[in-house]
């Protein structure tokens, strides 16, 4: 079983809204990355999370804030987003953060802040 | 900086021409090489890991190989299902690159029945 599993699939908030995206995976994998993707660009990383900790954060404005509760799960809180920041949202866990283990990507949140 | 470069940007097929997709790359120490299919709308298919140059992989109609600056991605006698944007990424050893996967831009490959 390769899943990793996103909600919701579609959300759509105001400016001044708080939401929060979700991320589940139960591959025992201890690497967890959001990525955010426009449309007919590449993911580009926002944050990577190693055995529950904050390992990296690619300056990404604090409007998004991350949080990793336990091993199989992260979330993805949003406030006070910009228009901009419409996106396909990316959820990827692999076994490890470094070395050749392969990332595996859930459907991600299709995001429209209007 | 790690960087991935893909070509072409896009490729139209008919069904059953064979050919091939590149991605050349710079990374301090590279720790692995990764192809993905991409869907419209849907997250990235991992397809092959990639770490030692000679290496190949291979899966239906699709074979992967590696040098030392690029992979190529081969599709044999491809079908209509294969059109999807191709993604390669890239995994260096340590420093600013530790854990990052570098995507391309992209092939985004049409099969034409």
């Known amino acids: 079983d390769t899943e990793v599993t996103q909600t919701p699939k579609h959300l759509v908030m105001g400016m001044t809204n708080k939401k929060s995206l979700k991320c589940e995976q139960h591959m025992g994998h201890r690497a967890m990355y959001w990525y955010k993707q426009k449309a007919k660009k590449p993911p580009e990383l926002m944050f990577v999370y190693s055995y529950e900790k904050l390992s990296i954060n690619e300056s990404v404005p604090s409007r998004f804030s991350p949080e990793c509760p336990n091993s199989s799960l992260l979330n993805l809180h949003l406030h006070a987003l910009q228009p901009e920041d419409s996106a396909l949202y990316l959820c990827?866990?692999?076994?490890?953060?470094?070395?050749?283990?392969?990332?595996?990507f859930g459907q991600g949140t299709r995001l429209t802040v209007v | 900086e790690d960087q991935v470069t893909q070509s072409p940007e896009a490729l139209r097929l008919q069904e059953g021409e064979s050919s091939s997709l590149n991605c050349s790359y710079t990374?301090?120490?590279?720790?692995?090489l990764f192809w993905y299919r991409q869907d419209p709308g849907k997250g990235p298919e991992f397809l092959f890991t990639?770490?030692?140059a000679g290496e190949e992989k291979e899966k239906e109609r699709l074979k992967a190989t590696l040098t030392k600056k690029e992979s190529f991605l081969h599709i044999t006698a491809p079908k209509p299902e294969d059109s999807a944007t191709y993604l390669c990424a890239v995994r260096g050893a340590g420093g600013t690159s530790y854990g990052k996967l570098t995507f391309g831009q992209g092939t985004i490959l049409t099969v034409h029945p």
């Open positions: 990374v301090s120490g590279l720790r692995g």
């Open positions: 990639l770490y030692s």
């Open positions: 990827a866990s692999s076994l490890g953060q470094g070395g050749n283990t392969e990332a595996f």
